[in-house]
């Protein structure tokens, strides 16, 4: 692919201090070279697990990132990164990303002046899909949302990522439920509601070990066509397509 995106659920960090949730994910700073060595180019950071073990483990993986030449979107030192899209040129084509969570604590969102995420609020995403427009040939949202478990979209779901594509974005991307849901052509754009997992510990139910990647292909700065591609899980984590 020229380009990768996907959604990173957690913090990659040595820092901070265990938040006390049922689930609390932080990686070994090591886990850098995995992501890497595959190849992510972008990576959202606005999901419920990220502030896991506090602001500092989450400002550190902000910064082992940035060090490691992987952008993140939906997060940063203030409210105005956190909402601003990561622009990423392809063969003359600059596409904007933005992401935003619907779920997780508060205490992770981002202030003017302090470091957190991007909160879902519907009329701020499209503020920031419009300045997004300004900079970028095409928008893609990312949203952490939706019901754990289940295999279709809620009104919820589909509220927002219509209204997204309404406010000018060109694909939605859809993560949380560890399963996968539905993909919706919603007017001129594409709307993946759920991608499930991709390397995640889920190996108790045949649907948290699938998954979908994505293939985007793009034409004249617009979304030519997008093909979903079925993955398998193993039992020691390891994702392959499915043949």
């Known amino acids: 692919a020229d380009l990768t995106f996907g959604n990173l659920e957690g913090p990659i960090s040595s820092q901070g201090r265990n938040v006390g949730s049922i689930y609390s994910f932080r990686a070994d700073p090591k886990a850098i070279e995995g992501l890497k060595y ?35 979107a939906g997060g940063g030192f203030s409210a105005e990164e956190a909402h601003s899209a990561r622009v990423e040129e392809v063969n003359r084509t ?13 205490y992770t969102e981002a202030t003017a002046s302090s470091s957190g995420i991007a909160w879902l609020n519907k009329e701020k995403m499209a503020q920031d899909i419009a300045e997004a427009k300004k900079i970028s040939d095409l928008v893609i949202v990312s949203i952490h949302f939706g019901d754990e478990y289940k295999q279709k979209s809620n009104n919820f779901q589909k509220d927002i990522a219509r209204s997204a594509i309404d406010a000018g974005a060109a694909l939605i ?22 991608l499930g997992n991709f390397i995640f510990d889920q190996t108790f ?26 993955i398998k899980i193993s039992k020691e984590f390891q994702a392959s397509i499915e043949n």
């Open 38 to 72: 595959a190849g992510f180019d972008v990576l959202s950071v606005a999901n419920n697990h990220i502030g896991d073990w506090a602001k500092a483990a989450m400002d550190d993986t902000f910064e082992v990132l940035k060090s490691n030449g992987i952008d993140y």
């Open 94 to 106: 600059k596409i904007g990303f933005l992401a935003y969570t619907a779920l997780g604590a508060k």
């Open 173 to 194: 991307i859809g993560h949380h439920p560890h399963v996968v849901e539905e993909i919706e052509q919603y007017k001129d754009g594409w709307i993946a509601y759920g």
């Open 205 to 230: 139910s045949k649907e948290t070990m699938e998954g979908m990647l994505l293939k985007v292909t793009l034409e004249d700065k617009g979304v030519k066509n997008i093909e979903p591609i079925k």
